[in-house]
């Protein structure tokens, strides 16, 4: 099992900067892959970004060189760096750790931009 909290959410300008945090808690040496994901309402929810075990990071084509996952093993923390929000970046945020074929998802933190 392993448990997931977000935290960071909020509402900021078109133009600024958020940053997120995922904390995680349980079997995280069997991590096999960390990620993000968004969901805006009455739309599906989309990958944002994630990182595998051997530390490659992806991205969404609609934020890349926007954002920036990163992980900090030392203190079982995932963060995700927005910047240059835009209006379409809002949604709700979740991390979710998958291990083997289970996935572990967060309650989400809700991301709003405005103009």
């Known amino acids: 099992q392993v448990r997931l909290v977000e935290s960071g959410g909020g509402l900021v300008q078109a133009g600024g900067s958020l940053r997120l945090s995922c904390s995680i808690s349980?079997?995280?040496?069997?991590?096999?892959?960390l990620g993000w994901y968004r969901q805006a309402p009455g739309k599906r929810r989309d990958f944002v970004s994630d990182?595998?075990?051997?530390?490659?990071?992806r991205y969404a084509d609609s934020v890349k060189g926007r954002f920036t996952a990163s992980a900090n093993s030392a203190n079982d923390t995932m963060y995700l760096q927005m910047d240059r929000l835009k209006l379409e970046d809002t949604a709700t945020y979740y991390c979710?750790?998958?291990?083997?074929?289970?996935?572990?998802w967060g309650q989400g933190t809700q991301v709003t931009i405005s103009s």
């Open positions: 349980g079997r995280t040496l069997s991590i096999d892959t």
């Open positions: 990182i595998s075990r051997d530390g490659t990071i």
């Open positions: 979710v750790a998958v291990l083997g074929d289970a996935d572990y």
